[in-house]
Protein backbone atom coordinates (compact mmCIF):
# COMPACT_ATOMS: atom_id res chain seq x y z
CA UNK A 1 0.00 0.00 0.00
CA UNK A 2 1.03 4.00 -0.10
CA UNK A 3 3.34 4.92 2.08
CA UNK A 4 5.99 7.49 3.32
CA UNK A 5 9.20 7.18 4.97
CA UNK A 6 11.12 9.58 7.04
CA UNK A 7 14.61 9.50 7.96
CA UNK A 8 15.02 8.44 12.05
CA UNK A 9 15.33 10.62 15.32
CA UNK A 10 15.64 14.54 15.77
CA UNK A 11 17.60 16.45 13.86
CA UNK A 12 19.35 19.27 15.89
CA UNK A 13 21.55 22.13 14.28
CA UNK A 14 22.73 25.42 14.59
CA UNK A 15 21.07 28.40 13.69
CA UNK A 16 22.38 29.02 9.65
CA UNK A 17 23.36 25.22 9.13
CA UNK A 18 21.97 23.65 6.14
CA UNK A 19 18.38 22.01 6.59
CA UNK A 20 18.01 18.52 4.91
CA UNK A 21 15.23 15.96 5.73
CA UNK A 22 14.81 12.84 3.15
CA UNK A 23 11.49 11.90 2.11
CA UNK A 24 10.59 8.47 0.40
CA UNK A 25 7.80 7.11 -0.98
CA UNK A 26 5.59 4.17 -1.77
CA UNK A 27 2.71 4.62 -3.80
CA UNK A 28 0.24 2.52 -6.18
CA UNK A 29 -0.39 5.65 -9.17
CA UNK A 30 0.92 9.16 -9.50
CA UNK A 31 0.40 10.30 -5.95
CA UNK A 32 0.67 14.58 -5.17
CA UNK A 33 3.52 14.91 -2.74
CA UNK A 34 3.34 17.72 0.49
CA UNK A 35 5.50 18.98 3.32
CA UNK A 36 3.83 19.87 6.47
CA UNK A 37 4.72 21.66 9.34
CA UNK A 38 3.70 21.41 13.24
CA UNK A 39 5.14 24.16 15.32
CA UNK A 40 4.70 23.56 19.24
CA UNK A 41 1.22 23.42 20.37
CA UNK A 42 -0.04 23.31 17.60
CA UNK A 43 -2.31 21.80 14.73
CA UNK A 44 -0.24 21.03 11.08
CA UNK A 45 0.33 23.67 8.64
CA UNK A 46 1.06 23.20 4.82
CA UNK A 47 4.56 24.35 4.06
CA UNK A 48 4.91 23.05 0.45
CA UNK A 49 3.23 20.91 -1.86
CA UNK A 50 4.24 19.09 -5.70
CA UNK A 51 1.63 17.36 -7.81
CA UNK A 52 3.77 16.06 -10.78
CA UNK A 53 7.20 14.78 -11.36
CA UNK A 54 10.01 16.86 -11.53
CA UNK A 55 7.93 19.74 -10.02
CA UNK A 56 9.41 21.69 -6.95
CA UNK A 57 7.18 23.29 -3.95
CA UNK A 58 9.05 26.37 -2.24
CA UNK A 59 7.72 28.60 0.74
CA UNK A 60 9.80 29.83 3.00
CA UNK A 61 12.98 29.01 1.77
CA UNK A 62 12.51 25.81 1.71
CA UNK A 63 12.22 23.24 -0.88
CA UNK A 64 11.93 19.77 -2.28
CA UNK A 65 11.91 18.51 -5.50
CA UNK A 66 9.72 15.24 -6.58
CA UNK A 67 11.72 12.86 -7.79
CA UNK A 68 9.69 9.93 -9.30
CA UNK A 69 12.90 7.31 -10.94
CA UNK A 70 14.31 7.58 -7.02
CA UNK A 71 10.51 8.05 -5.07
CA UNK A 72 11.66 10.49 -2.90
CA UNK A 73 10.86 14.28 -1.51
CA UNK A 74 13.53 15.45 0.19
CA UNK A 75 13.05 18.89 2.11
CA UNK A 76 16.29 21.46 2.04
CA UNK A 77 16.79 24.58 3.77
CA UNK A 78 20.09 26.75 2.96
CA UNK A 79 19.86 28.71 6.00
CA UNK A 80 18.09 27.40 8.90
CA UNK A 81 16.68 30.02 11.71
CA UNK A 82 15.64 29.16 15.35
CA UNK A 83 11.82 29.44 14.38
CA UNK A 84 12.00 26.73 12.02
CA UNK A 85 12.18 24.47 14.80
CA UNK A 86 9.26 22.67 14.95
CA UNK A 87 8.29 18.94 13.73
CA UNK A 88 8.19 18.41 9.59
CA UNK A 89 5.72 15.72 8.30
CA UNK A 90 5.84 14.55 4.66
CA UNK A 91 2.78 13.41 3.05
CA UNK A 92 1.77 12.01 0.00
CA UNK A 93 -1.86 11.76 -1.25
CA UNK A 94 -2.71 9.20 -3.95
CA UNK A 95 -5.93 10.03 -6.12
CA UNK A 96 -5.88 6.31 -7.63
CA UNK A 97 -6.73 4.74 -4.24
CA UNK A 98 -8.42 7.63 -2.13
CA UNK A 99 -5.54 7.08 0.47
CA UNK A 100 -3.50 9.70 2.79
CA UNK A 101 -0.60 8.66 4.39
CA UNK A 102 1.59 10.59 6.03
CA UNK A 103 5.45 9.81 7.86
CA UNK A 104 6.22 10.07 11.31
CA UNK A 105 7.74 13.28 11.12
CA UNK A 106 10.95 14.84 12.46
CA UNK A 107 11.73 17.21 15.53
CA UNK A 108 14.31 19.79 14.00
CA UNK A 109 15.56 21.74 16.83
CA UNK A 110 17.58 24.86 15.80
CA UNK A 111 20.00 26.26 18.02
CA UNK A 112 20.62 30.08 18.45
CA UNK B 1 -11.65 33.51 8.33
CA UNK B 2 -11.61 31.94 11.39
CA UNK B 3 -10.14 28.47 10.60
CA UNK B 4 -11.14 24.81 11.68
CA UNK B 5 -12.13 25.25 14.73
CA UNK B 6 -12.02 21.57 17.52
CA UNK B 7 -13.65 22.01 20.89
CA UNK B 8 -12.51 21.17 23.90
CA UNK B 9 -8.76 21.90 23.56
CA UNK B 10 -7.99 19.69 26.28
CA UNK B 11 -10.24 17.17 27.49
CA UNK B 12 -9.47 14.79 30.98
CA UNK B 13 -12.02 11.62 31.74
CA UNK B 14 -12.19 8.60 33.70
CA UNK B 15 -12.02 5.19 31.88
CA UNK B 16 -15.13 4.34 30.93
CA UNK B 17 -16.32 7.01 30.07
CA UNK B 18 -17.82 8.64 26.54
CA UNK B 19 -16.09 11.02 24.94
CA UNK B 20 -17.16 13.70 22.72
CA UNK B 21 -14.55 15.49 20.54
CA UNK B 22 -15.86 18.44 18.16
CA UNK B 23 -14.95 20.18 14.79
CA UNK B 24 -16.22 23.38 12.46
CA UNK B 25 -14.48 23.06 9.15
CA UNK B 26 -13.69 26.31 7.05
CA UNK B 27 -16.74 27.18 5.40
CA UNK B 28 -17.13 25.98 2.03
CA UNK B 29 -14.71 22.91 2.68
CA UNK B 30 -16.35 19.88 1.62
CA UNK B 31 -13.86 17.52 2.98
CA UNK B 32 -13.00 16.66 6.55
CA UNK B 33 -10.52 14.30 8.38
CA UNK B 34 -9.98 13.04 11.17
CA UNK B 35 -6.89 12.39 12.86
CA UNK B 36 -4.51 10.68 16.04
CA UNK B 37 -1.00 11.60 16.94
CA UNK B 38 0.64 10.08 19.49
CA UNK B 39 4.41 9.38 19.83
CA UNK B 40 4.25 5.89 19.55
CA UNK B 41 2.55 5.71 15.84
CA UNK B 42 2.72 8.99 14.65
CA UNK B 43 -0.22 11.05 12.90
CA UNK B 44 -3.16 8.29 11.64
CA UNK B 45 -6.01 8.68 9.50
CA UNK B 46 -8.99 7.57 11.24
CA UNK B 47 -12.04 8.38 8.77
CA UNK B 48 -13.13 11.23 5.93
CA UNK B 49 -16.03 12.58 5.33
CA UNK B 50 -16.27 14.35 1.56
CA UNK B 51 -20.14 16.25 1.25
CA UNK B 52 -20.73 14.79 4.28
CA UNK B 53 -20.39 11.72 3.46
CA UNK B 54 -17.99 8.75 5.46
CA UNK B 55 -15.62 7.99 2.54
CA UNK B 56 -13.06 5.39 4.08
CA UNK B 57 -13.07 4.62 7.71
CA UNK B 58 -10.65 1.73 7.63
CA UNK B 59 -8.36 3.53 9.94
CA UNK B 60 -10.61 4.04 12.77
CA UNK B 61 -9.59 1.58 15.59
CA UNK B 62 -12.38 -0.05 16.57
CA UNK B 63 -15.79 -0.10 17.64
CA UNK B 64 -15.91 2.19 20.27
CA UNK B 65 -14.81 5.09 17.74
CA UNK B 66 -17.76 6.88 15.51
CA UNK B 67 -17.75 10.10 13.79
CA UNK B 68 -20.24 11.66 12.42
CA UNK B 69 -21.28 14.93 10.14
CA UNK B 70 -24.82 15.69 10.45
CA UNK B 71 -23.95 18.84 7.84
CA UNK B 72 -21.71 21.09 6.41
CA UNK B 73 -20.25 22.49 9.25
CA UNK B 74 -19.72 20.17 11.88
CA UNK B 75 -18.48 17.06 12.99
CA UNK B 76 -18.19 14.98 16.10
CA UNK B 77 -15.71 12.29 17.07
CA UNK B 78 -17.15 9.73 19.97
CA UNK B 79 -15.22 7.08 22.20
CA UNK B 80 -17.42 5.18 24.00
CA UNK B 81 -16.04 3.89 26.61
CA UNK B 82 -12.61 5.33 26.55
CA UNK B 83 -9.67 3.92 27.42
CA UNK B 84 -6.32 5.25 28.71
CA UNK B 85 -4.61 3.99 24.94
CA UNK B 86 -7.39 6.16 23.72
CA UNK B 87 -4.88 9.25 25.29
CA UNK B 88 -3.98 11.23 22.10
CA UNK B 89 -3.62 14.28 20.29
CA UNK B 90 -7.09 14.53 17.71
CA UNK B 91 -6.58 16.54 14.94
CA UNK B 92 -9.56 17.84 12.70
CA UNK B 93 -8.85 19.14 9.16
CA UNK B 94 -10.58 20.14 6.56
CA UNK B 95 -10.09 20.60 2.71
CA UNK B 96 -12.33 21.90 -0.47
CA UNK B 97 -11.28 18.74 -2.79
CA UNK B 98 -13.07 16.10 -3.86
CA UNK B 99 -12.17 12.14 -3.51
CA UNK B 100 -9.26 13.35 -5.12
CA UNK B 101 -7.54 14.32 -1.57
CA UNK B 102 -5.09 16.28 -4.05
CA UNK B 103 -5.34 19.45 -2.49
CA UNK B 104 -4.15 20.97 0.74
CA UNK B 105 -5.49 20.10 3.98
CA UNK B 106 -6.18 22.89 7.17
CA UNK B 107 -5.59 21.72 10.52
CA UNK B 108 -7.60 22.67 13.71
CA UNK B 109 -5.43 23.55 17.23
CA UNK B 110 -6.06 19.46 18.06
CA UNK B 111 -7.97 18.45 21.09
CA UNK B 112 -5.54 16.70 23.66
CA UNK B 113 -7.31 13.90 25.58
CA UNK B 114 -6.37 12.25 29.00
CA UNK B 115 -8.09 9.29 30.01
CA UNK B 116 -7.12 7.82 33.32
Known amino acids: GDSVTQMEGPVTLSEEAFLTINCTYT??????LFWYVQYPGEGLQLLLK?????DKGSNKGFEATYRKETTSFHLEKGSVQVSDSAVYFCALSDPGNNRLAFGKGNQVVVIP | DAGVIQSPRHEVTEMGQEVTLRCKPI?????LFWYRQTMMRGLELLIYFNNNVPIDDSGMPEDRFSAKMPNASFSTLKIQPSEPRDSAVYFC??????????????FGPGTRLTVL
Open chain 1, 27 to 32: ATGYPS
Open chain 1, 50 to 54: ATKAD
Open chain 2, 27 to 31: SGHNS
Open chain 2, 93 to 106: ASSSSGLALTDTQY
